[in-house]
């Protein structure tokens, strides 16, 4: 996963980009270890064995272009990614809900372009030779612009699965992933849990954190933080906070193997099948797929050991169509 983190100069994105990696000084893309609390809840009940998490790339980007300086670059660039970070400074009192706006109408005006050049050459196109597939591209593309132009980003667009595919190609930023994280500052940290600051919308989601505050707390020493953060009255730490929003922003859940040596967590599109998820971890488990046996995360945890918990009947055997829910613990019986 490509994350890119941009906003304009002085919001913190450095700041985030330092709480999210730990990133030596100087550098500006880092690959960092997801720290998931339920992995490491599960290495508690299997300390033998080695632990895997996911792993995120992030790229602290240089600021937006201000003061009417031309934006297309920079936001190609941002295509490049699989979600953008939008940092937000609301510490010297800047309306983030202001700034969603404005970088949401950005994303738009930038799609418009990309549609009325596509749109121009697919007449052209047309007036050549008449092909059913080009009209109906033709169609679509007429469509989301109009959706676009009545200020509709492309993510909430009403897209079959076909549609979706043939849009991809074009990297459409208004149908991009974004994070807002709101730069809060010293500003009461009441504001990160209240809900005050939260939007959650398909694909788009934001959440508060205090930039300079978290990121010394993340530099202090595992054992001595609890006693910061209640003097702070924070619950998380950002790094988890953000990262739990990330997953969801993009549409994703998590489910968890418990193997012979390893404990590993995974990514899949919610509402994902069974099989398929088992492809994620090996084709060879896809094509020869027979059962999954699934226990939740909670009730692993309530019974305390995978033994009891199939000794008590709470394994659960799922066909191939089971849809995989968040925090599942999966085992996949196939053949080879
Ligand atoms: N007071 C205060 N300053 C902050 C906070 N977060 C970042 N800063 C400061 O704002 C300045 C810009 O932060 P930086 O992360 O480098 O911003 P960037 O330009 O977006 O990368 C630095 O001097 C930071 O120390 C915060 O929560 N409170
Ligand atoms: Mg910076």
Known sequence: MKIYITGSQGAGKTTLFRILTSAVE?????????????????????????????????????????????????????????????????FNGDDPFQNIKSFEEEL???????????????????????????????????????EVEDGKPIREIQLTSDEVKFIRGFAFLSFKSVLYAINIGEDKTEKIYDGSLSIKKKRLISVPFSGKLELEISQIEPE????FMKEWKLRDLAKERIEIALVECMGMITFYTVGKDEIRSWLIPSETKVLKAAGTIHSDMEK???RAEVISFEELMKI?????AKEHGLVRIEGKDYIVKDGDILYIRFTS
Not at 224 to 227: A, D, L, P, T, V
């Open 288 to 290: 020869g797929f027979i």
């Open 26 to 90: 100087g550098s500006n893309i880092w690959i960092s270890e997801v720290n998931d609390g339920r992995l490491n809840s599960l290495s508690k009940i299997y300390p033998e064995k080695k632990i895997t998490k996911l792993k995120f790339e992030y790229h602290d980007l240089p600021p937006l272009p201000e003061g009417g300086k031309p934006l297309s670059h920079y936001f190609d660039n941002l295509k490049l990614s699989d979600l953008v970070i939008f940092v937000i400074k609301n």
């Open 304 to 308: 305390g050991s995978l033994k009891e």
């Open 108 to 146: 738009r005006i930038m799609d418009l372009s990309t549609l009325e050049t596509s749109i121009s050459n697919l007449e052209r196109d047309l007036k050549k030779a008449k092909t059913q597939e080009k009209e109906r591209e033709y169609e679509l593309l007429i469509r989301i612009k109009r």
């Open 224 to 227: 001595g933080r609890e006693e």
